[in-house]
């Protein structure tokens, strides 16, 4: 069973902080990672993605890739209180299909 | 683009009854996913489709649980008969390739009572 695994939270963290949202995957061949967000009663929406061990950065946001350690982070500098929600970790499927398989999500409260 | 699109957004029917939820791709996407949400087990893959076959069904919980796209731009989850371990939010989505961003729909909020 290939499994993306998160801490369910919730996260709180004070507003101007910066908010560690971490990931587990289970499938070593997995390829592409991505973190959607979900605010909710709302569908999920792309925020990063990264394919590459290292750090990417798109303004507040930096996703952290370590395939040794079959890990995924996002990293939210200056969080505001827009930014709660929750945040699901998905992983690509090896074996052909790349389909993702989504962890089931943290919930971050981010509190002015 | 209107992006995905997904009727009806609220379902509430009663144990016993046939369900259909309808999903619009974004036009020249090639594939089609249908996930369930709830609070216990997350967003779950039930199926998906490349251009229009079903490649893996391997999700569907049980034979109650049906799946169709007739053409490129619609799809049907049927189920029949409902049960009301079948509440969730069912979400559709579309991509281009199997391994980029997801589009996804506004979900169909399904109550069985």
């Known amino acids: 069973q290939k499994e993306v695994e998160q801490n369910s939270g919730p996260l709180s963290v004070p507003e101007g902080a910066i908010a560690s949202l971490n990931c587990t995957y289970s499938?070593?061949?997995?390829?592409?990672f991505f973190w959607y967000r979900q605010y909710s009663g709302k569908s999920p929406e792309l925020i990063m993605s990264?394919?590459?061990?290292g750090d990417k950065e798109d303004g507040r946001f930096t996703a952290q890739l370590n395939k040794a350690s079959q890990y995924v982070s996002l990293l939210i500098r200056d969080s505001q209180p827009s930014d709660s929600a929750t945040y699901l970790c998905?992983?690509?499927?090896?074996?052909?299909?790349?389909?993702?398989?989504f962890g089931r999500g943290t919930s971050l409260i981010v509190h002015p | 683009d209107a992006g995905v699109i997904q009727s009806p957004r609220h379902e509430v029917t009663e144990m016993g009854q046939e369900v259909t939820l309808r999903c619009k791709p974004i036009?020249?996407?090639?594939?089609l996913f249908w996930y369930r949400q709830t609070m216990m087990r997350g967003l779950e893959l039930l199926i998906y489709?490349?251009?229009?076959?079903?490649?893996?069904d391997s999700g569907m919980p049980e034979d109650r649980f049906s799946a169709k796209m007739p053409n490129a731009s619609f799809s049907t989850l049927k189920i029949q008969p409902s049960e009301p371990r079948d509440s969730a939010v069912y979400f559709c989505?579309?991509?281009?390739?199997?391994?980029?961003?997801?589009?996804f729909g506004s979900g169909t909020q399904l109550s069985v009572l």
């Open positions: 990264i394919y590459s061990n």
């Open positions: 489709f490349n251009n229009n076959v079903p490649i893996d």
């Open positions: 499938d070593r061949g997995s390829q592409s």
């Open positions: 989505a579309s991509s281009s390739l199997a391994n980029e961003k997801l589009f």
């Open positions: 998905a992983g690509s499927s090896s074996g052909g299909s790349y389909i993702p398989t």
């Open positions: 036009s020249g996407h090639d594939y």
